[in-house]
């Protein structure tokens, strides 16, 4: 099977920088995302990386190492409604998506 | 547009009965997926389908079936609920395997 890991919580000051790691060991690899979920609500996609490097938009940043089976997610000048649950999915070689069991994020004012 | 519906919303269902989860997208994509999402475990994958006609067995399978009779439609059923099923079960789509996944929101199901 696959295998994601990410740190079950994070927090951080409203205006400061979080960083949320994830590595994976999966059969194959074709792209890894971050999604967005809010508490009740349904996944939402932030970014997607396929080659290594740093993809950047906005206040988000993703970060890949495909030889480390290493990604980040940046998040910059936290805001309240930053407070939400990040989801590191890994698109195997049959392309299918294996998540991670998410990072939750609270902002404190 | 209305992107993926889901119904209902919730559901709480006794223990041997059968029930169907609705699932429609009106963005004409070709793949759906259906995940369900337990506290700790993440997303996990119960069928999947790349196109109208075909379906596939995920990471999870076992008590679920899946049909595609058309593009937009994507029902998942449970023949006999047992309580290891509560959960809440996203449907996804993308326009191919290749392509994001973009999700529902969700039913969040109790079997007692």
């Known amino acids: 099977g696959q295998n994601i890991d990410q740190p079950t919580e994070m927090t951080a000051t409203e205006g400061a920088i979080v960083q949320i790691n994830c590595t994976y060991q999966t059969s194959g690899f074709n792209g890894l995302f971050w999604y967005q979920q809010h508490a009740g609500e349904a996944p939402t996609f932030l970014s997607y990386n396929v080659l290594d490097g740093l993809e950047e938009k906005g206040r988000f940043s993703s970060f890949l190492s495909r030889s480390k089976g290493y990604s980040y997610l940046l998040l910059k000048e936290l805001q309240m409604k930053d407070s939400a649950s990040y989801l590191c999915?890994?698109?195997?070689?049959?392309?299918?998506?294996?998540f991670g069991a998410g990072t939750t994020v609270t902002v404190r004012a | 547009t209305a992107g993926i519906t889901q119904a209902p919303t919730s559901q709480i269902l006794a223990a041997g009965r059968s029930m169907t989860l609705r699932c429609t997208q009106d963005?004409?994509?070709?793949?759906m997926y259906w995940y369900r999402q337990d506290l700790g475990l993440g997303l996990r994958l119960i069928h999947y389908?790349?196109?109208?006609?075909?379906?596939g067995k995920g990471e999870v399978p076992d008590g679920y079936s899946v049909s595609r009779a058309n593009t937009d439609d994507f029902p998942l059923t449970l023949a006999s609920a047992v309580p290891s099923q509560t959960s809440v079960y996203f449907c996804?789509?993308?326009?191919?395997?290749?392509?994001?996944?973009?999700f529902g929101p969700g039913t969040r199901l109790t079997v007692l």
């Open positions: 389908s790349n196109t109208a006609g075909t379906t």
């Open positions: 999915a890994v698109r195997d070689g049959d392309y299918k998506l294996s």
């Open positions: 963005m004409r994509h070709n793949a």
């Open positions: 996804a789509s993308s326009d191919s395997t290749s392509d994001t996944q973009y």
